[in-house]
């Protein structure tokens, strides 16, 4: 019987009290997890392992970081002790050659990874290899990762990568009742509107988010965003875009989640 071809997501991760709270956003992630068809492995990418270089998790039990701080004692006390995956690590290290792929045995899954995949699979019963974010690469470079992975997607690997499309701590209000700033709504439309481009990568409007001009407020750096182009990367010809969710929140940060397949 052939294996249907994983989807692949991009989730707006947000807050790490999205770990601890139920709420649109993860009550979005838990149907994904209890809807889509079920993979035999996960590739994580997180915003917040950024490198010099590309690293992936090879251990065969990966560590949860708690990169964050301020927040409450059970956040802290929290663990997702999913299995990693040598094997994997291995197939994602051949799908992207000829990049040099270091193999990482001290990291393991941080909060934009495990605070998703929490909600999504809370058994942590399938196993987890996190491939790091390039910071000294553009972001075509990015898009074109995602391409080498896709035909992983096909043996039963699930892409699953979080980030926020705008993410301006600097901007953000403590004011739950506060609007979302004009610029962080003009940019997380125009993204919005350009998902489901397929021309050149060099004319992609996505890959060339820098030249929006509300990007620079919207991303200030660009960590947050990058791991969208790994998922639309690799989507394949005419496949479906989609959007489980969408929102501001604190006025300056995209919980937008995209759907591939």
């Known amino acids: 019987m052939m294996q249907p071809r994983m989807p692949a997501l991009f989730l707006g991760h947000g807050s790490p009290m999205n770990v601890l709270q139920e709420n649109r956003y993860t009550r ?77 045995h001290q990291w393991g899954f941080d909060h934009g990874s495990w605070g998703v995949l929490i ?26 990762q995602g391409r080498k ?51 050149e990568i060099a004319t992609h409007p996505l890959v060339n988010f820098m030249q929006h001009p509300d990007a620079k407020l919207s991303n200030p750096t660009e960590e947050h965003f990058l791991p969208l182009l790994y998922v639309l990367g690799a989507r394949q010809a005419d496949e479906p875009v989609s959007v489980p969710i969408d929102g501001i929140e604190m006025g300056a940060i995209s919980m937008l989640s995209v759907q591939v397949g």
């Open 149 to 199: 992975l896709a035909a992983l997607r096909d043996s039963g690997v699930m892409i699953v990568a979080s980030g926020n499309v705008v993410h301006n701590l600097r901007k953000v209000s403590w004011d739950e009742t506060s609007a979302a700033w004009p610029w962080a709504l003009n940019f997380n439309q125009y993204v919005r509107e350009n998902l489901a481009y397929q021309g």
């Open 119 to 144: 909600k999504m699979y809370p058994d942590a019963d399938i196993p987890v290899v996190q491939l790091s974010v390039d910071a000294t690469q553009p972001p075509a470079w990015h898009f074109e």
């Open 28 to 104: 979005a992630w838990r149907a994904a997890g209890e809807t889509l068809p079920r993979p035999r492995a996960i590739i994580a990418v997180s915003a917040h392992w950024y490198t010099q270089g590309v690293a992936v998790t090879a251990m065969e039990d990966p560590r949860t970081i708690h990169d964050f701080g301020g927040f409450p004692q059970a956040l802290f006390d929290t663990r997702y002790p999913a299995p990693g995956s040598p094997e994997l690590a291995q197939q994602i290290a051949d799908a992207l050659a000829p990049v040099a792929v270091r193999f990482d």
